[in-house]
């Protein structure tokens, strides 16, 4: 089955400063890659997600990148704010149509923005 | 316009015991999926529905099972619980099978 990995494990910047967090993913059938914000006990929160007919997503301060040849996908985050810190997860799907079955997750990132 | 409701939000059992969790998905929405999240872990998926009929499963013992009603809610259920079972259950809600909204959870302790 698919196996994802996501480092670092932990990431700490300063406010301003940029942060990326990169994935792999193992099943070359995925073709969905979202990533999940989750602040400290709450609801994991859709932030952006990419298929893999585009190699690049961007809204506001977060973009996605995919290189599907290297089976990796990476998360930025450009001017860092206090309100950016959380635990970030990337996930893989493969769509069977237009229907993504289970998400796979990485094992998140804990990224601290320190004011 | 509500989000993923899911009840209770906390729950403490007993070894041994059963458990039934419940989601309501996004209004519009007509797939559920289940996940186990493990302090510190992130999401497991257990399994899918869609059309009252389990999609896809996930490496999980039969233990764990589920239903979805004509209304598109859902419930988990988990039999014989073992310690190993606490968890955050989280469900998500989809149209069609696409992008996936999580409700808040259920805390689950098995004591």
């Known amino acids: 089955g698919e196996n994802v990995e996501q480092h670092p494990s932990t990431l700490s910047v300063q406010e301003g400063d940029s942060a990326v967090i990169k994935c792999t993913y193992s099943d070359s059938a995925s073709n969905y890659f979202p990533w999940y914000k989750q602040e400290l006990g709450k609801r994991p929160q859709l932030i952006i997600d990419?298929?893999?007919?585009?190699g690049e997503k961007k809204d506001q301060r977060i973009a996605v990148t995919l290189n599907k040849t290297a089976k990796h996908f990476s998360l930025h985050i450009t001017e860092t704010q206090p309100e950016d810190s959380a635990v970030y997860f990337c996930a893989a799907a493969s769509a069977g149509g237009t229907s993504y079955g289970k998400l796979t997750f990485g094992q998140g990132t804990i990224l601290t923005v320190h004011p | 316009d509500a989000g993923v409701t899911q009840s209770p939000t906390h729950l403490i059992k007993t070894r041994g015991q059963q458990v039934t969790l419940r989601c309501s998905p996004k209004?519009?929405?007509?797939?559920v999926s289940w996940y186990q999240q493990a302090l510190g872990q992130g999401p497991q998926f257990i399994f899918q529905y869609y059309e009252e009929e389990e999609r896809q499963r996930g490496n999980f013992p039969d233990r764990f099972s589920g239903h979805q009603f004509p209304n598109y809610s859902s419930e988990l259920n988990v039999n014989a619980l073992l310690l190993g079972d606490s968890a955050l259950y989280l469900c998500?809600?989809?149209?069609?099978?696409?992008?996936?909204?999580f409700g808040q959870g259920t805390r689950l302790t098995v004591v």
């Open positions: 990419i298929r893999s007919n585009v």
């Open positions: 998500a809600s989809s149209s069609h099978g696409r992008r996936a909204f």
């Open positions: 209004s519009g929405h007509d797939t």
